[in-house]
């Protein structure tokens, strides 16, 4: 769907920028643009530098591949994070989620992806090669996969595990369970088997 | 269950519709293309959640809208229950929403809430078509029957797609990952081959007693299938006999770059005097065992539920004689509900509750 043509060109051409990002359709791209007619030019000036400052100055990592400023990132030059771990997720916004926990203090690696030959992503595909470096020059005790419950997070973890288990290194997978605050009448019932599976002594 | 009332909103040639419905039969009669099809789709995406028609959602969007909808009530065992579907057209695709009770609930917990059997014309080459469309009869009464069923059979589907472009990726796939998908298709593909072996004894006892009563002198057979064979339906047994299956057939998937080992190929035999139907029967005597295996999906699913599925015949009844028609009207005399399509009002459905349909507008009759 394209902006309707009446509207004057620098909208149209606004609105079909927005509407080409994820979770933003034609309708919503219009309310951003008109939105934005409403503000002060200097908050436009704001978001604008703010858009090409992310494309100019965020880099990947060279030994995480997180998003980063500075290469090394915060995460792999912080002394003060646990060096005997790695947490490997699929993409490096996961890296956010996993930090809201307060929990974690270890090191991350992105892997850039998740295995699936349908969409033409292989190991090769992937910061694999680069893991099994790490793991080499690290020398870290415990490696966590750290990818979604889906049939390509779960390939990808398994075949991870059968790849780094050899190196002599331990390879630990995130939990399944019951989400807290969760009801037991509403779990579904694979959430809820694996949940029994993965079940521990109190 | 009984579909107490259904509404429509801008679905196929229906602007609105409220219908108010009976338990028992339901007739919608009409001229051809006037809407009768459309109706009986409708109340089937009600349990489904999908058309019997079309794979192509937006096609149920009425021309030039972007938004259909169908709604009804229900009564069942449990309560009082009402359902919603609407599909979406949009920018980026087709989205469909469920609701149950008011509350947005995703696909899987939408399906199987009102359990539904059909009889479309497609079926009547049930026996001498494709065994896709045999699978596809095993996999729509599983899944509304057992939702861990239809999350199987999306998980195996999956698996089957990677491991398959996995093989077509080049001459030496990663033997590794490989080994990853078939131990997936194994896991998961047992849990689908022995919900199939199950509903298939069911199916064959009810098809063959059916069969009994339309034709006594011939006695027809119906067994599973299985494209990995194996003795005695237990898990460990259909494990041995896959894995050694896949391993036989290693190479050959590699050379033809395909999946060749696994419930998606499975299929279901009928035979009627211990030949093959589908290559000695006559059009009349498939017909006759057509409406055997549909008689006996609806009757297990009703016994395995201890609630009735709603039973929609699309135009059917004009496809049998008078003696198999005969026979499917006494079926729809004991179903507590039914919603049947026909241009002709069938002397045997003079006492059902009718619906006369004209351009996408319906009145009693």
Redesign the interface.
């Known amino acids: 769907m394209s902006a309707p043509r009446s509207l004057a060109g620098p909208i149209a051409a606004l609105i079909n920028e927005f509407s080409k990002l994820p979770t933003i359709g034609p309708k919503t791209a219009a309310r951003l643009v008109f939105h934005l007619l409403n503000r002060p030019r200097h908050e436009a000036q704001a978001l604008a530098e703010a858009i090409i400052a992310v494309k100019d100055h965020v880099r990947l990592c060279s030994v995480c591949f997180s998003l980063t400023e500075d290469d090394p990132c915060a995460f792999c030059t912080d002394e003060r994070r646990d060096a005997s771990t790695i947490c490997v997720i699929a993409e490096a916004k996961d890296i956010y989620a996993i930090e809201r926990t307060g929990v974690y203090h270890g090191r991350y690696h992105v892997l850039g992806g998740l295995i699936s030959p349908m969409d033409g992503i292989g190991p090769a595909q992937l910061h694999v090669k680069e893991l099994v470096e790490r793991i080499g020059s690290e020398k870290p005790n415990e490696i966590i996969v750290a990818t979604n419950p889906n049939a390509e997070g779960e390939a990808t973890a398994i075949y991870l595990s059968r790849l780094l288990q050899p190196l002599g290194v331990a390879v630990t997978r995130l939990a399944y369970g019951l989400p807290i605050g969760g009801d037991l009448d509403y779990a579904d019932e694979i959430t809820l088997a694996k949940a029994l599976e993965g079940r521990r002594h109190l | 269950m009984r579909l107490d009332r259904v509404a429509l909103s801008n679905f196929r040639n229906y602007s609105t519709l409220e219908l108010a419905l009976s338990s028992g039969v339901n007739v919608f009669l009409g001229e051809n293309a006037q809407g009768k099809s459309n109706l009986l789709e409708a109340i089937a995406m009600l349990g489904t959640g999908k058309s019997f028609r079309t794979t192509r959602d937006a096609e149920v969007i009425r021309e030039g809208l972007e938004l259909a909808s169908i709604a009804g009530t229900a009564t069942m065992r449990a309560g009082s229950v009402h359902l919603s579907c609407t599909v979406t057209r949009?920018?980026?695709g087709t989205r469909k929403v469920y609701t149950v009770n008011g509350q947005a609930v995703r696909y899987?917990?939408f399906l199987g809430r009102a359990k539904v059997v059909t009889f479309v014309p497609a079926d009547l080459h049930l026996i001498d078509g494709a065994p896709s469309g045999r699978r596809g009869l095993l996999n729509s009464a599983l899944a509304q029957d057992d939702?861990?069923y239809f999350?199987h059979l999306a998980?195996y589907q999956?698996?089957v797609?990677?491991?398959a472009?996995?093989l077509?990726?080049g001459e030496h796939p990663?033997a590794?990952?490989l080994q990853?998908?078939d131990?997936?298709i194994v896991e998961i593909g047992t849990e689908l081959m022995l919900a199939r072996d199950h509903f298939v004894r069911e199916l064959a006892r009810e098809a063959e007693r059916a069969h009994a009563h339309l034709a006594p002198h011939e006695r027809l057979t119906v067994r599973y299938h299985p494209n990995v064979p194996f003795e005695g339906a237990t898990r460990d047994a259909v494990i041995t006999a896959f894995r050694a299956r896949l391993r036989e057939r290693a190479a050959a998937e590699a050379q033809r770059a395909t999946c060749l080992v696994g419930p998606h190929r499975d299929d279901l035999v009928l035979e009627l005097d211990a030949r093959a139907l589908d290559v000695f029967g006559s059009q009349g005597q498939k017909r006759t065992a057509v409406l055997a295996l549909k008689i006996a999906e609806y009757t297990v699913m009703r016994d395995r539920n201890d609630e009735a599925p709603l039973l929609l015949l699309d135009d059917v009844l004009s496809e049998l004689d008078d003696a198999r028609a005969r026979a499917l009207v006494a079926v729809l005399a004991g179903a507590e509900q039914a919603f049947v399509t026909a241009t002709h009002l069938p002397p045997e459905l003079q006492a059902a509750r009718r619906f006369r349909i004209v351009a996408g507008a319906v009145e009693a009759a």
């Open positions: 949009g920018a980026r899987a917990a939702v861990r999350r998980r999956r698996a797609q990677q491991k472009a996995l077509r990726s990663d590794a990952l990853i998908y131990e997936a």
